[in-house]
């Protein structure tokens, strides 16, 4: 089985998940939803 790795791991996927996903990817993190 292959690892991945996140910086960020957005719980919930509504407005808030989706600004925190966007605020997260511009720092240039590695983030899921």
């Keep these: 089985m292959i690892e ?3 910086d960020v791991v957005v ?3 509504g407005p808030a ?5 966007i605020a997260a990817k511009e720092t ?3 983030d899921v939803v």
């Design 4 to 6: 991945k790795h996140y």
């Design 11 to 13: 719980i919930g996927s």
């Design 17 to 21: 998940g989706l600004a925190a996903a």
């Design 28 to 30: 240039g993190a590695n």
